[in-house]
């Protein structure tokens, strides 16, 4: 009986333990093969008959308490195990969310989607042409002959004799129609470079979008439709288009093309310069000696052109002040377009 006193005592004490570990090692230490609880039935055969009995009724008394209170123990010690990894895993949902940094398309570059689109949608294929071109597309066969006073408007980046940057994407006609037989609807997007001093307004790179329709029966009016369909859809349906008399060698005629102000609405204000109108670039029927240099019969055969400012497309639509903004990569620019 002292016995079980003591290890019941010994017990009491070493369940205080606070390792799952230990607790294991304590129930084998009572419970086990050769554990202290075990040992002690061993003793069961010294005792007197009439002890028997009660002893080993204390003695199974002792095991189901040690057994008992290990189970239980090990439940709190589990229930405690549980809630550390819990809070270690604690997720504060009122935090504000990790931002992730986001590029996006160059403002430039979604414009110039946008003018695709437009004209996809009008039955226009793109073309593409070099931006290192020869003085041959840019200039001859666009009816400007060498001593022509027009290249002087085009002030000209040479890298070699008759090897140029392109001044303009009117060079994608002459590809295109050497190409391609009429009918013939094309639109081309691309980089151009003149010798321009920069200021709010000239960038020595800039693009411009030419469109091209030669076909039989085409007429001013033809290019005039288109063009007031591409400004709608671009600008609005309350804008309109002007033409005024205008001299490109590889047009006739040609005209000048304007729309109407859209920040004004052709009032007049700072933007149009108070003339109620913007400036967009050159078109024009397409000049007979151009499509005989490509062996497109001008007999049978007419066509209208037009070569439009990108940027400036871009900075009436989106109000952009300044052509500079669009190479300076200032994040505080560019991201107002995302
Ligand atoms: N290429 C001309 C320019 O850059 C614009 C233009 C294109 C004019 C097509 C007429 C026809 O100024």
Redo the contacts with the bound molecule.
């Keep these: 009986m002292k016995e079980i006193e003591e290890i019941k005592k010994e017990f009491e004490e070493k369940i205080k333990t606070k390792s799952i570990e230990e607790l294991k090692k304590v129930e084998t230490h009572f419970l086990g093969r050769k554990g202290k609880v075990v040992d002690l039935f061993k003793t069961l055969k010294n005792a007197t008959e009439e002890n028997r009995k009660n002893i080993g009724q204390q003695i199974n008394d002792l095991k189901s308490y040690v057994e008992e209170t290990i189970s239980k123990r090990l439940k709190e010690l589990e229930e405690i195990e549980k809630n550390k990894l819990l809070a270690n895993e604690r997720i504060d949902i009122t935090l504000p969310g990790i931002r992730l940094e986001t590029g996006g398309l160059h403002i430039l570059s979604k414009v110039m989607k946008e003018v695709e689109d437009i004209f996809l949608s009008m039955g226009f294929d793109v073309m593409t042409g070099p931006e290192i071109e020869s003085d041959y597309y840019n200039f001859e066969a666009?009816n400007i002959p060498e001593f022509h006073p027009a290249r002087d408007?085009?002030d000209t980046f040479y890298l070699a004799k008759k090897i140029l940057l392109r001044?303009?994407?009117?060079p994608i006609?002459i590809r295109t129609m050497e190409k391609y037989k009429p009918p013939i609807r094309i639109i081309a997007i691309g980089r151009?470079y003149r010798r321009d001093a920069i200021d709010s307004s000239h960038s020595p790179i800039f693009h411009?979008v030419?469109?091209?329709v030669i076909d039989k029966n085409v007429s001013f009016s033809s290019l005039k439709g288109t063009l007031l369909e591409f400004t709608k859809k671009m600008f609005g349906e309350e804008t309109k288009i002007r033409f005024s008399p205008?001299y490109?060698p590889?047009?006739e005629p040609?005209?000048e093309t304007a729309i109407s102000c859209v920040i004004c609405k052709g009032k007049g204000c700072r933007v149009c310069k108070y003339t109620g109108w913007l400036e967009m670039?050159?078109?024009?029927m397409?000049h007979p000696n151009v499509l005989k240099n490509v062996n497109i019969d001008p007999e049978e055969y007419q066509g209208?052109?037009?070569?439009?400012g990108v940027e400036r497309i871009a900075m009436i639509k989106y109000g952009i002040p300044d052509i500079r903004m669009f190479l300076q990569n200032d994040l505080r620019f560019l991201e107002q377009f995302k």
């Design positions: 666009l408007m085009q001044t303009q994407t009117s006609q151009c411009q030419e469109g091209l205008s490109f590889f047009v040609g005209a670039g050159g078109s024009g397409v209208f052109a037009f070569g439009w």
